[in-house]
């Protein structure tokens, strides 16, 4: 399994070779989540009427992720170990599709000098903060952790 590359091939074919090897090696449990995420992947597809982009795929796959963690919890919750850790696996098979997420201190960074230079500062700065980094840093970057680093700096 390999990290999609957008030089490379669409989202759509780097997952369909990697199901395929999935399938060759026998192994199941990558099989029926790629299976997964090629629906989806698929389903974005035709609600949009186009190929899927990266920012959208990187979407999808942190979709996916948040869904396996939330079913993990709560099959942990109900002591259900053995299908919270599937789960849990299910998702570190997801992250490999995932870009090299940017480090909390450069968005931290990158939220300072944004600030800095538009004169920004507490919870009314938080939104014109958002909408910059999240176009700065697109897929790198999750927007929970963009809105917990605005209102640390921001101090909202």
Same mark, same amino acid.
């Given at each position: 399994m390999r990290a999609y590359n957008p030089l490379m091939a669409t989202p759509q074919e780097t997952v369909e070779s990697d199901l395929r090897a999935a399938l060759k090696a026998g192994d199941k449990e990558k099989l029926a989540t790629l299976r997964l995420l090629l629906a989806?992947?698929?389903? =974005? /597809?035709?609600? /949009?009427?186009s190929e899927v982009d990266a920012d959208a795929f990187a979407g999808l796959v942190r979709k996916a992720i948040k869904q396996r963690g =939330?079913?993990?919890e709560q099959f942990r919750a109900g002591g259900r170990l053995e299908l919270a850790e599937k789960e849990e696996r299910e998702a570190a098979i997801l992250e490999a599709y995932l870009p090299r997420q940017a480090g909390e201190a450069e968005i931290r960074a990158a939220i300072a000098a944004f600030a800095a230079a538009e004169g920004l500062s507490g919870p009314k700065g938080i939104g014109p903060v958002m909408r910059a980094m999240l176009a700065r840093f697109g897929a790198t970057a999750d927007g929970a952790t963009i809105n917990r680093l605005a209102r640390e700096v921001l101090g909202g």
């Open positions: 989806d992947l698929k389903n =974005e /597809r035709i609600w /949009r009427g =939330e079913a993990a």
